[in-house]
Structures are given as C-alpha cells and as structure tokens.
C-alpha cells in the first residue's frame, strides 16, 4: 500500500509535469499563431502619395517595398534602411531624386537631390544665401518631379552714391535810366551752388539694377547775377537830343588813303562808292549798314560835332571796332588806338 501510494505519488509528478510542458507547448505555439496572424500596419509615403501596408508575420523594409511593387532608383532616399524589420505603426519615407540645375553667381550646378524645398536644395550645394539674394522660385517653395527650370540665385547688393552737381545761378536785370541803352553794369557777380544727392544704388549680380533718390540738399546755395541794363536812348548832340539805337565801347583806330592804310588801287573810294572825307567817313564791320551814323563824343569839339557816317569796310574790322578816316597818315598816326565810348544813332 506504501509502495504504491508512493508510485502513484511519483506517477502523479510526472503527469504535472508533462501537463505544463504540454500547456507551454500549446501556449507557444498559441502565441505563434497570434503572432503569425495578428495584423500589423506600416505607412509608406512615397514622395507625398500616402499608402498603407497590413502585414502578417516578419517583414524587411525591402519585402514590404518589393511587396508594393515600390523600386527605389539610384538618387532616391528611403528614411529605414532596406533590411531593417519592419514595427508596427512604423512610417517609411522615401524621397524620389531628382536632376537639378541651380545658377548663381555665373556657374551653373548640376546635381541629383532628393531635397524638394528650394532651400533645402541650396543648403545642400553648399551655397550661402545673403539677406536680399532673389531666389526663383521661392526659398519655401518644393519643386516637383516635373520641375524643368533652374533654380536661380540673383546677389542683390546695395550700396549708397553722393554725387554733387553744381546749382547754376539765376540772373537778374534790372533796367537804369541813368545808363545809356547798349550798356550793361555787373553789380554783383553770380556763383553757383554746389547740391549734394544721395542715391541708393541696387545691384543684381554686380550690375546696377536701380537708383533711388534718398537725399538731396544745397550745400552751398547759388549766387544770383545782378546786372543793370541802361534805358535810355537819347544824348544831346549838335542837333539836340538825339535818339540813339545803342551806346558801347569800341576800339577805334585810325586810317588815310594811303598804300600803307589801304593797299593797291584808289584810297579814296570807299568800299559804298563815296569818295573819302575826313570828319565824317568811318569803316565798321557789316553788323552796322551804309550811311549808319555815329556820335562819338570824343570828336564833339571838331568839325562834325562827333557825327560820322559808315561808308568804309575793312578785313581786318571785326567786332567792336571801327576805324576813322584822316586825311594824312600823319594825322592817322597821331591817333593811334583809342577806347572810344560811341552812339549809334537811329
Ligand atoms: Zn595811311
């Protein structure tokens, strides 16, 4: 009785023991099963289109694309590596490489991205991007697969220009009936100003782009001219007075009929066809007409009381200049050169 109760006791360990090797067995395999049945989620978002996969079981990141008939080309970026096991819930990333042509600063670059964001484009060329630099398209823009252009990079710099210019001075006439008509008295003397202006000048790729005005200011204001015109018009000659065209300094000189005074041929015709005559023939420029008269009151005190008449011309007669006819080279000598103040009569 001992025996077998002590039998039935070692029997009865044994059993226990199967029992539970048998319940881990099915427990295991209970737990494979679920393993191998329970439902697992990943997401795959492939350059922005968003897909999920449901699968059983153990898959490499490499399954899951193969079993999405998703291939991965030279250029593109996948976030997990191929052979990593997939997690449940887990999101894959991939970014589809593209050929990208970036221009700045006169090179062009060429390269494969699978950076969609301009900025993140530039960044990975390695170019540095300045305040103002233009960039087409935009720094927040993403290209897409199709994009054909090229990503351009305008330098944008900015620089101030002062520049002075001189202001030019205005004049002022004022008319003087205490001068004669023809005369003109300075009072004072004009100057220009200086006027400084600022510019804001832009440059795009170092060639100027635009000029804005930020500042302008005299420096120095201009000066204006006064000037006194004489109005009037009449001078008391032998006649009386006498309206007068103009008044103004001449040089006169003085001349005869001589081969000396007037070369070849006859001296005492004059180039109107009058015959020479002291004390009234003059020779003028062809600003003054035949048969002008003259007062010079320098001559008041001689026969003709200063009153000539132009009937000579002479090559050399020019400008403010008129020359007087004398009877004697003798007489011409004596005269000379003289600054003379003359009336031309109307
Ligand atoms: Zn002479």
Redesign the pocket.
């Not at 001349?255 to 001589?258: E, P």
């Given at each position: 009785m001992n025996v077998n109760l002590k039998r039935l006791k070692e029997l009865g360990a044994i059993g226990r023991n199967l029992l539970i090797i048998s319940l881990l067995i099915v427990a295991m395999s209970a737990a494979f099963v679920i393993f191998q049945t329970t439902e697992k989620i990943v997401t795959i978002v492939d350059e922005g289109n968003t897909m999920e996969y449901t699968f059983r079981g153990e898959k490499t990141v490499g399954e899951a694309l193969l079993d999405n008939e998703i291939s991965l080309g030279e250029m593109d970026e996948i976030s997990v590596p191929l052979d990593n096991v997939l997690e449940n819930e887990q999101k894959i990333e991939i970014k589809r490489g593209m050929e990208v042509k970036v221009v700045a600063d006169g090179k062009e670059y060429v390269f494969v991205t699978a950076e969609k964001q301009v900025e993140d484009i530039i960044e990975k060329l390695g170019l540095r991007l300045e305040e103002l630099d233009l960039v087409y398209p935009a720094v927040d823009e993403k290209l897409d697969l199709n994009f054909d252009e090229e990503i351009r990079i305008t330098r944008v710099t900015e620089e101030l220009d002062t520049n002075k210019y001189p202001v030019k001075y205005t004049q002022v006439t004022r008319s003087n009936s205490n001068m004669d008509k023809g005369e003109v008295k300075t009072i004072q003397k004009g100057s220009d100003g200086l006027r400084s202006v600022t510019e804001k000048v832009v440059y795009h790729d170092g060639v100027e782009y635009s000029r804005t005005v930020l500042e302008e200011k005299v420096e120095v204001e201009p000066k204006e001219e006064i000037k006194e015109v004489g109005t009037n018009v009449y001078i008391a000659t032998s006649r009386g007075q006498t309206r007068f065209r103009t008044a103004m300094y001449v040089t006169a000189t003085a001349?005869?009929?001589?081969e000396?005074?007037?070369g070849p041929g006859n001296g005492y015709v004059t180039a109107s066809g009058t015959r020479t005559t002291a004390n009234r023939t003059i020779a003028t420029s062809k600003s003054f007409a035949f048969g002008t008269e003259f007062y010079i009151p320098y001559f008041r005190n001689s026969s003709n009381r200063g009153i000539f008449v132009v009937e000579d011309r002479g090559g050399a007669i020019k400008g403010n200049r008129i020359d007087i006819y004398f009877n004697s080279?003798e007489e011409?000598l004596r005269f000379g050169r003289k600054t003379l103040k003359v009336y031309v009569l109307d």
């Open positions: 001349y005869c009929s001589c000396i005074c007037t080279h011409a």
